[in-house]
């Protein structure tokens, strides 16, 4: 038996972005393990420069996506107002606050296309990787009480449900997503939680493991994506 942690997340809008740079910033259909890192940290009420507390949960803990609802893409027209480049101040320092940031002289224009994801809602399942000293139960209690306000990728995201987190006992991953006739994206230790009934159709990197959290620097990860024997069959992939 592993000891699984089960949650959902569901938005009006969601912003699950992917490598962003530019004008450009291209949407994706599901949560990053950034993104889920990021999420916990703030329910945690964890810091966001507090580089070793969100190293440790990105590496102490192993993670799958389920989409629900899949949700709709809509892109956003962005503008924002910021001050050109920063003379005379030191590389890293940033603005105590928005005001102070629009205080600046000279601002300039800067434009965006954003997507953003509608009435999606995904299920979570976490486990705790060999190494790790974290406990699920904490995490379940975060989610119910969180330090701070969760949201969906942006501020301008919060969830439009509670998490709903609980925590259980199966022999399999999919036993903990309730047996899904769905794709399920994984870690690459799912690999051993299959049972017989499941597959890995292939193997994909994300850049979405924390690398270094001030400077929003990522690294890549190996994903699965699983599926059951017979749905595979039956979409023609290899059974």
Same mark, same amino acid.
């Given at each position: 038996?592993?000891?699984?942690?089960?949650?959902?997340?569901?938005?009006?809008?969601?912003?699950?972005?992917?490598?962003?740079?530019?004008?450009?910033?291209? &949407?994706?259909?599901?949560?990053?393990?950034?993104?889920?890192?990021?999420?916990?940290?703030?329910?945690?009420?964890? =810091?966001?420069?507090?580089?070793?507390?969100?190293?440790?949960?990105?590496?102490?803990?192993?993670?799958?996506?389920? +989409?629900?609802?899949? &949700?709709?893409?809509?892109?956003?027209?962005?503008?924002?107002?910021?001050?050109?480049?920063?003379?005379?101040?030191?590389?890293?320092?940033?603005?105590?606050?928005?005001?102070?940031?629009?205080?600046?002289? =000279?601002?300039?224009?800067?434009?965006?296309?954003?997507?953003?994801?509608?009435?999606? +809602?995904?299920?979570?399942?976490?486990?705790?990787?060999?190494?790790? &000293?974290?406990?699920?139960?904490?995490?379940?209690?975060?989610?119910?009480?969180?330090?701070?306000?969760?949201?969906?990728?942006?501020?301008?995201?919060?969830?439009?449900?509670?998490?709903?987190?609980?925590?259980?006992?199966?022999?399999?991953?999919?036993?903990?997503?309730?047996?899904?006739?769905?794709?399920?994206?994984?870690?690459?230790?799912?690999?051993?939680?299959?049972?017989?009934?499941?597959?890995?159709?292939?193997?994909?990197?994300?850049?979405?493991?924390?690398?270094?959290?001030?400077?929003?620097?990522?690294?890549?990860?190996?994903?699965?994506?699983?599926?059951?024997?017979?749905?595979?069959?039956?979409?023609?992939?290899?059974?």
């Amino acid at each position: 038996m592993t000891r699984f942690l089960h949650f959902t997340l569901g938005a009006p809008l969601a912003a699950l972005g992917d490598v962003a740079v530019g004008e450009r910033r291209y &949407g994706t259909g599901r949560p990053a393990k950034s993104a889920i890192v990021g999420l916990l940290g703030a329910a945690l009420g964890i =810091d966001r420069h507090d580089e070793p507390a969100h190293r440790g949960l990105d590496e102490g803990l192993a993670m799958a996506t389920l +989409a629900r609802t899949p &949700g709709r893409f809509m892109t956003d027209y962005h503008t924002a107002q910021m001050p050109p480049a920063r003379t005379g101040r030191r590389r890293g320092d940033t603005w105590p606050t928005r005001r102070a940031e629009l205080a600046e002289h =000279d601002l300039k224009t800067v434009l965006s296309w954003r997507d953003y994801l509608q009435d999606a +809602a995904f299920e979570i399942v976490l486990w705790r990787r060999a190494a790790s &000293g974290l406990t699920l139960e904490a995490l379940g209690e975060a989610l119910i009480r969180p330090r701070f306000t969760l949201y969906l990728g942006r501020k301008s995201c919060p969830l439009g449900r509670p998490p709903q987190p609980h925590g259980l006992d199966c022999e399999t991953l999919p036993a903990a997503f309730g047996e899904p006739d769905r794709v399920i994206h994984a870690d690459v230790e799912a690999q051993t939680l299959l049972g017989p009934t499941w597959q890995v159709l292939r193997r994909h990197r994300r850049r979405d493991r924390i690398h270094e959290r001030r400077r929003w620097m990522f690294a890549l990860r190996d994903e699965l994506v699983l599926a059951p024997i017979a749905a595979s069959a039956d979409a023609g992939e290899p059974a």
